[in-house]
Structure formats: C-alpha cells, structure tokens
C-alpha cells in the first residue's frame, strides 16, 4: 500500500506542484506555438505524454543496463537525444501502420516532439534528479505529460480570451500572451505543498 | 551598413536579431536560469561556447552533410559539443553544475543553436558562422542578463549575489518564481519592440517561421492556421 501511494504522490506533483510548464520551463515553444486552438492542445499533449512514457521506457534501461554498466554515464545527453528522435520516427511509423486515425490526428505533432526539451528533460530527471525506480519513472512520466496537456488546455481558453481584448500596441502578440501565462502559472503555484499535505 | 558585412553579422544577434527578445528562440533556458545574475552569465556562455563550435564544425561540414539527414547530424554535433561544456563546467566550475543542474544538458535541444545550424550555419562559410556564432551567443547572454537582472534585483533584493541595501527590504519575491519569469520576459519583449520602434521584425504571433523542426512538419499546425486565417 506504500509503494501505490508514493506513486500517487509521484503522480499528483508532477501533474500539479512540479508542472513541467509552468513551474519547470520545460516545453514552451509548443506552449506558446500550439496552444491557440483546443483541439490542437489536446492533439500535442497527448503526444507529448505518449512519446514521454515510451522514451522513459527505453532510455531507463539504457542507463542503467548499458551506460552504468560500462561506465559510459558522460554519453547520457547524446544516447538519450538519439533515441529520443528515433522513438519519434518509430512512433509515427508504427500509429501509421496499425492506428490510422490516431495517426492522421496526432501525426503533424509528432516530429516537432524531438525538439521538445521536456521530453529530454523528463528522461535526464528520472535518472539524475530523482533516482526513481523503473515503475516511479514511467509514472512520473506520466504525470508530467499529463501535466502538461493540463497546462495547454488550461492556456487555449485563456487564449481565446486574449484576442477578444483591446492590447496596447507594444504588448501585442507574444508579451500578451506570456503575461497571461504568467497568470496561469501563478494559479499553478497555488498547489504548492497540496501533494505534501495531503498525503501526511 | 552592407548587411552581410562581417560587422553586421557579430552585431545583429545583439539586438535587431537578438535570439531571445526578437526571434524568440530558446525560450525555456531564458525563463529557467534567468533567477539569478550568476547562472545566467554561466548558461549564456555555456550556450555560447556550444554554438560556436557547433557553427563552425556544421559550416565545414556543410557540402558534406546529405540534406534529408540534416537534422539527425546537427543534433548529434550538437549533443557531442555540449557533453564537453557539461563535463568541463562539472570539473572546473561544481557550484554553476548544481545551479544549472538539468538544463546545462538541455543546451542540446536549445532551438537556438539548432536555429541558427539551419538558418545560418548550414549555408555560410566558416568564418561568417563562427562571428554568427558569437553575436547570437553574446546576443542570448545580453537577453538573459537583462532578465536575470531584473529578476534578481527586485526579485531577491541582490545583484550576483551581493546584497543591496533599502532594495532588499521590498524584495517582490514572485519575481524569482515561475510567474515572476513568464511576466518579466512579456514586458521585456514589448520593451525592445518599443526601442527599436518596429524596425525589428515583431513575430505578431509565434510561428514556426524561424523553428528547427519547420523543416520537419510542412504541414504542421503552424502553415495550416496561416491557411486557414489567409
């Protein structure tokens, strides 16, 4: 009962508390870029939170069966880059052949996932940052994708909003939008210390 | 001033093409390191080392590069450059590894750098890529230092970590959080568009125009929201 309620504590702070865009920095070209329309929020986020769960899938036991074993760690950046982009292609190739109509909705964002640093990101902080375990991993995966389809769903209704209101011509465009993602954010941190409470 | 004048090229990174401010690359490293005086300067020049090196090796190799496997090489140059810095900045400066911690790793998928590889690198002669290398390098240490200063100043009340008095006592400490980061760097981008009175060219939206992964998505959600507002 232990282990299930430290990966839900796992799981709620990398959602809400630890928020891989808003709290972290991490993704914010497809934040600011993709989040102008619902539907594409959703699209991206849930390939960022599927290409994230597979990536730590595979890099975890790379680490820790390949590199910590021939002592290769100073490798890190450049395996998991490598992977990550052949995760990408391998993972639209496979929804093309088996999952058509995923593929056709999810297919645009998938390429411009291997650029994204929060999936680099996620798959550097399972190993340095937390030292999880495999199973803590894929779920601390888990939360920050979901974390993030939060965070972009969240920002396309706020932006809506912007462009229906009247901006001082400097602040147009991107400054409007990050100020509004500041806002965002700021809602975010208000479930600092919820996680650590909750479960006390 | 002839724009592809060597001058030109060091210069226009610092404000007309600041990376940060006007092409709005790299965004996530600006907001991240931007708290503190110190860890800006350090991951501006880290980044600015890698992109350097990463210039010039991708400009020499650019007759040799196949163009439909472009993208694969430059982030294998690039990851290569920055497992160096990284282990460099591990062994000479240990405090600045624990500051940057995460993100000194993500220099690799910093857009600049892969930006600049193939909007620049890719088709320039050595020389005129490594002084694009130092202007866009200098030009994102500058942004991050005008953030960081901000951010530390009112933020923390201290400036590299040297208090300054009657400031410290009205710290806006939101200003080193999350919140604090996004706001500040909205009001600087209005800032520059403001100084420059327009002449740099102001993304009216964020686009894909000037991202890496353009040449990846054709038909991304980027030309297609164009299309669809044409």
């Known amino acids: 009962m232990d282990a299930f309620k430290s990966l839900i504590i796992i ?17 914010i070209c497809p934040f600011l870029g993709v989040s102008k329309k619902l539907n594409q929020a959703v699209g991206m986020g849930i390939a960022v939170t599927l290409v994230m769960v597979v990536a730590t899938a595979v890099t975890w036991p790379i680490q820790h069966y ?6 290769l760690g100073y490798m890190q950046t450049i395996v998991f880059i490598l992977v990550i982009a052949s995760l990408v292609q391998l993972t639209e190739m ?10 056709k909705s999810l297919g645009v964002y998938l390429p411009l996932i291997t650029t994204n640093c929060a999936v680099l990101g996620v798959t550097i902080d399972n190993i340095t940052e937390h030292n999880f375990n495999f199973v803590e991993s894929l779920v601390n995966s888990l939360g920050c994708g979901l974390g993030f389809l939060l965070a972009m769903v969240l920002f396309s209704g706020v932006r809506s909003r912007i462009n229906d209101s009247e901006i001082p011509e400097s ?24 996680v650590d409470k909750l479960f006390a | 001033m002839n724009k592809n004048s060597n001058l030109s090229i060091l210069l226009k990174g610092l404000l007309l093409e600041n990376p940060v401010f006007v092409l709005i690359l790299g965004t996530c490293p600006t907001l991240a390191t931007s708290t503190t005086v110190i860890g800006a300067i350090g991951m501006g020049l880290a980044a600015t080392a890698v992109l350097i090196c990463s210039n010039v090796v991708i400009s020499l190799l650019r007759n040799v590069i196949p163009s439909s496997a472009r993208i694969p090489c430059y982030i294998v140059i690039i990851a290569g450059f920055v497992t160096i810095v990284q282990m460099f900045i591990h062994a000479y400066l240990p405090a600045l590894y624990d500051m940057l911690g995460v993100y000194l790793a993500l220099i690799t998928v910093n857009c600049i750098i892969l930006g600049r590889a193939e909007m620049f690198a890719g088709k320039n002669t050595v020389g005129k890529s490594a002084l694009d290398g130092v202007g866009m390098g200098l030009g994102f240490t ?10 530390e100043v009112f933020g923390a009340g201290s400036f590299a970590g040297i208090e300054i008095p009657f400031i410290s006592n009205y710290k806006i400490e939101i200003l080193t959080k999350a919140p604090g980061g996004f706001m500040v760097y909205g009001m600087m981008i209005a800032l520059v568009y403001k100084l420059t009175h327009g002449k740099a060219p102001k993304k009216s939206e964020f686009s894909c125009a000037d991202c890496p992964s353009a040449a990846f998505c054709g038909k991304t959600s980027c030309t297609a929201e164009k299309g669809e507002e044409k």
Do not use: E, Q
């Not at chain 1, 390949?66 to 002592?71: A, E, P």
């Not at chain 1, 993602?181 to 700021?186: D, G, I, K, Q, W």
């Open chain 1, 94 to 103: 496979m929804l093309k052949r088996y999952i058509p109509a995923l593929h």
């Open chain 1, 66 to 71: 390949i590199l910590n074993v021939f002592d």
């Open chain 2, 142 to 151: 500058l942004a991050l230092l005008m953030m960081a200063t901000v951010r």
């Open chain 1, 171 to 194: 602040f147009k465009g991107l400054p409007a939008t990050l100020i509004a993602a500041s806002f965002v954010s700021l809602a975010f941190f208000g479930f600092a210390g919820v």
């Open chain 1, 11 to 27: 799981l709620m702070s990398s959602v809400l508390v630890n928020n891989y865009v808003l709290s972290r920095f991490l993704g």
